[in-house]
């Protein structure tokens, strides 16, 4: 057993999967409990790096336990999520939803560098759906795999799972970018844009703990 702390570019950096077990209960986080409070903390560094640039807060976001499988040669190596799965995706939600924000917003480079840790690069993988990092296997896939892979902007209203917790989480996430972003003159909204991404790439501390 391994333990060490890692960002989510640590994390989630790589090509790989990274799998919900089927034992493992569905998405439960929800708004009052988990996103408003994780969207303030996230917003709250992403000012702090603003008014200190040199500042290097990072806000403990848990711990998560993970455990290698058995590969085939020339393929991903998966490892199960066997506890964190809500943290890891709500995280992989507010990541994607951030750069679906800022590609509407021509912030492709920023948008690029949270989209590596969300989805496999297209030349690593032999079918689309091996694009995403993280795979669900209960009944969360249909989901998440269509929110996550959806075109920015996003259509909420036109998915097929609007009613899912995943959906209202990204469609959350990405709503409270928006305003947060809102409508500055570009150096200033690009500066805002370049602080949240450092937050959400560098950020967020979690302890991983990983079993042999």
């Keep these: 057993m391994k333990t060490e702390v890692r960002s989510p570019l640590d994390i989630f950096n790589?090509?790989?999967?990274?799998?919900?077990?089927?034992?493992?209960?569905p998405y439960v986080w929800n708004l009052e409990n988990q996103w408003v409070p994780l969207w303030d903390d996230i917003r709250r560094l992403a000012e702090l790096r603003l008014q200190e640039p040199s500042a290097n807060a990072t806000h403990f976001f848990g711990a998560v336990v993970l455990q290698a499988q058995e590969n085939q040669t020339g393929t991903f190596q998966p490892r199960l999520i066997i506890d964190g799965q809500q943290r890891l995706t709500t995280l992989q939600l507010v990541m994607d939803a951030t750069a679906s924000v800022l590609e509407a917003r021509d912030e492709d480079n920023l948008a690029r560098r949270l989209e590596e840790l969300t989805h496999n690069p297209a030349h690593y993988v032999e079918h689309e759906n091996d694009r995403l990092k993280l795979r669900h296997t209960n009944r969360d896939r249909a989901a998440f795999d269509e929110v996550m892979q959806a075109d920015p902007p996003v259509d909420y209203e036109a998915l097929t799972h609007t009613a899912s917790l995943l959906t209202q989480g990204h469609e959350y996430f990405c709503t409270e970018v928006d305003n947060w972003l809102g409508a500055m003159p570009g150096a200033e909204s690009h500066l805002r844009a370049e602080a949240l991404t450092g937050v959400l790439t560098r950020g967020l501390q979690l302890v991983v703990i990983d079993l042999q």
Excluded: A, D, E, N
């Design 14 to 25: 790589l090509p790989q999967h990274l799998v919900i077990p089927l034992f493992q209960r």
